[in-house]
């Protein structure tokens, strides 16, 4: 490329090759109606925007931190940014002293807290006094979910805005402003240029520091995807494995597998994969998946989990990752079921509800003479020793009765077992019958 960008930065008071601000921070826009991709906050007025405190919710890269200044400076209110990372309480008492001067000569300060879901509680408490007050209007940024992140009385006097990755045309807008701004195209072809706005991944900061990856070259030859794979290295996918991208995956591939999408659940995994993710934390959960919601549909889904676990720990990666996704393959095409867990929940509180009932005395042990005297073991018949194998005896507690906990579906090796317990049912009625004949 040429030096002309040179020469429009100059004419602009802004020479980029001496400037330490990065091109991001020069094409940062000062108005709201500038701000790309996020039109749910562009829409908003000037009097929604005017007063209220706001947490801006979205992935790096998304405009937080130039909407907070936007609102400090539209609304003519001091600016004031802290970053949760390096200041605590102390330097909120700062600030509040100088806030409450300015405040007692009619001027509000904006006090905007960067990656805010760092402040513990009581740094989050220490806000409250202040935003009740009116002293400062807090504009908070965070990549974490609020609801997650901040305390119930800070999410109350505050409006979540959500902030989107900017989707492929914001980043081509944004891509024409940086051109505009350096005064000449980037050399690249178009496929080039596509590849270019897919490697920012919705991070609009992450592609105009891409872009200054390029500026300097020559105007000529315009670069292919290869050429440009040689100058700029492909950015690892984002994710953060103590994150919302951490809990937004796993829950994708869970609920894939659950509905049987076996091409989705092996692209989720892969995301997972390429993304840095712990190989045992996805095969616990694979291992989890396989008893909730596969269950006695498939009988051998635990087993296959954990011997996919063992080769994992024998081979490693890679070789061990096919282990993993061939058992993601059988999770997401094996007959599903949640039986055994809904049955499970309902034994558990069916045993709360009721309490310490004691068992019928026919199903107890009498190794004492007293406990025989007690009427222990009494009335018990032995199941081998009937005809069916089933001797139909009531094992529940007297005073429950018989109550249906497991409803096995008609799926996979449930249908089977649906078909025994059937049998039995009868054989119980047919017995209890004869026995009041």
Not at 22 to 45: F, I, M, N, Y
Not at 67 to 80: K, N, P, S, V, Y
Not at 195 to 215: F, H, I, P, S, T
Not at 351 to 368: F, R, S
């Amino acid at each position: 490329m040429s030096n002309k960008h040179m020469t429009k930065a100059k004419d602009l008071n802004e020479p980029l090759l001496d400037a330490p601000k990065p091109l991001a921070e020069l094409l940062r826009p000062d108005k709201l109606k500038d701000v790309l991709g996020q039109p749910q906050v562009t829409s908003l007025s000037s009097a929604q925007l005017q007063n209220g405190s706001y947490v801006l919710w979205g992935p790096p890269g998304t405009g937080k931190t130039t909407i907070a200044r936007i609102l400090g400076a539209e609304t003519g209110q001091d600016f004031i940014a802290l970053s949760a990372v390096f200041d605590g309480v102390a330097d909120l008492r700062r600030i509040f002293k100088a806030a409450q001067d300015r405040f007692a000569q009619g001027q509000k300060t904006l006090l905007f807290v960067d990656e805010i879901h760092r402040f513990n509680k009581a740094q989050q408490d220490a806000l409250l006094p202040a935003m009740e007050s009116g002293l400062v209007r807090l504009v908070g940024a965070t990549t974490e979910n609020p609801s997650f992140a901040l305390n119930a009385a800070l999410l109350s006097r505050a409006q979540i805005l959500v902030l989107s990755p900017l989707d492929e045309s914001a980043l081509e807008e944004l891509l024409k402003r940086a051109e505009t701004y350096l005064g000449e195209k980037l050399a690249l072809e178009a496929e080039a240029r596509l590849e270019l706005v897919k490697m920012a991944d919705g991070d609009g900061r992450y592609l105009l520091n891409l872009v200054e990856g390029l500026m300097h070259l020559p105007s000529e030859p315009a670069l292919d995807v290869a050429a440009l794979g040689v100058h700029l290295s492909k950015r690892a996918l984002k994710y953060d494995r103590a994150g919302d991208e951490h809990f937004n995956l796993i829950s994708a591939l869970h609920k894939s597998l659950r509905a049987s999408d076996c091409d989705a659940a092996l692209y989720w995994l892969a995301r997972m994969m390429l993304a840095g993710e712990d190989p045992q934390y996805i095969l616990r959960r694979l291992t989890r998946f396989a008893s909730e919601d596969i269950g006695l549909a498939e009988p051998q889904a635990v087993e296959k989990a954990i011997a996919a676990w063992h080769s994992y720990d024998r081979l490693g990666s890679p070789e061990g990752d096919l282990a993993i996704a061939e058992l993601v393959i059988y999770l997401a095409t094996a007959p599903k079921s949640n039986s055994a867990y809904v049955a499970w929940k309902a034994a558990q509180q069916l045993a709360k509800q009721n309490g310490t009932l004691m068992p019928p005395k026919h199903i107890l042990n009498a190794p004492t003479s007293m406990m025989r005297d007690m009427g222990y073991g009494e009335g018990y018949h032995y199941d081998h020793d009937t005809q069916d194998g089933f001797a139909a005896q009531n094992c529940f507690p007297d005073a429950l009765g018989r109550p249906s906990l497991y409803q096995p579906v008609e799926r996979g090796f449930e249908r089977d077992i649906a078909k025994r317990l059937a049998y039995w049912d009868r054989l119980r009625a047919q017995k209890q019958d004869a026995g009041k004949s």
